[in-house]
């Protein structure tokens, strides 16, 4: 069966320190995968979407890579901030969205 | 700048009781979707509507009715609600069927 595991577990930090949060997935062929943040109470925004010929997205202090040979997303937060705690979820795209459940990250000061 | 709007935002039920959920667009999307958040299970995608005029199922679509009644607007009907459809719904629309998403605020709704 398809499946989109992310971090298990929630991730602690200390603010300027870099979050590396994983997204795996089996039986999928994506063509791109996405990234999203939910804030408590909130929908969830859409952070980043990188395709499968692509090896490395940025966008200011974020950066994603995409391993189609090892099924596998790293999202990266650098120099992190206490605004960055959030629920940051992975999403594949088949031929429609599928999420993962996501992995909450809190930044301490 | 509304983007995504759902009501009612809470909702309490008895079981059996039937409701609808609104959603709305101004964006001018084709794509739109009902999504359920349970805590650990992430995002299920219920019903969407790839276009006006057309509905599918999605991945949880049992004891749910959609209706897309116009470009702007798509409803989640539950006929006679149940405990288990207690969760957190979230209505979303996109520019095309596999682009980005964007959602609304939720409705929270709970079934006793």
């Known amino acids: 069966s398809q499946k989109i595991e992310q971090n298990s577990e929630a991730l602690n930090i200390q603010e300027g320190k870099t979050a590396t949060l994983t997204c795996n997935y089996t039986?999928?062929?994506?063509?791109?995968l996405q990234w999203y943040r939910q804030d408590p109470g909130r929908g969830p925004v859409f952070l980043l979407l990188?395709?499968?010929?692509?090896k490395e997205k940025r966008k200011e202090r974020l950066k994603v890579t995409f391993d189609t040979t090892l099924k596998q997303s790293l999202f990266h937060i650098t120099a992190s901030q206490p605004a960055d705690s959030a629920t940051y979820l992975c999403?594949?795209?088949?031929?429609?969205?599928?999420f993962g459940a996501g992995t909450t990250v809190t930044v301490r000061a | 700048n509304a983007g995504v709007t759902q009501t009612p935002k809470f909702q309490v039920l008895k079981t059996g009781q039937s409701m609808t959920l609104q959603c709305a667009q101004d964006?001018?999307?084709?794509?739109m979707y009902w999504y359920r958040q349970d805590p650990g299970m992430g995002l299920r995608l219920i019903y969407y509507?790839?276009?006006?005029?057309?509905?599918d199922k999605g991945e949880v679509p049992n004891g749910y009715n959609v209706s897309r009644l116009n470009k702007r607007e798509f409803s989640l009907r539950l006929e006679s609600a149940a405990p288990s459809q207690t969760s957190v719904y979230f209505c979303?629309?996109?520019?095309?069927?596999?682009?980005?998403?964007?959602f609304g605020e939720g409705s929270r709704l709970t079934v006793l």
């Open positions: 964006m001018n999307h084709n794509s």
């Open positions: 979303a629309s996109s520019p095309g069927e596999s682009g980005e998403l964007f």
């Open positions: 509507s790839a276009s006006e005029g057309t509905t």
């Open positions: 039986n999928y062929s994506p063509a791109y």
């Open positions: 999403a594949l795209v088949n031929y429609k969205l599928s």
């Open positions: 990188i395709r499968e010929n692509e």
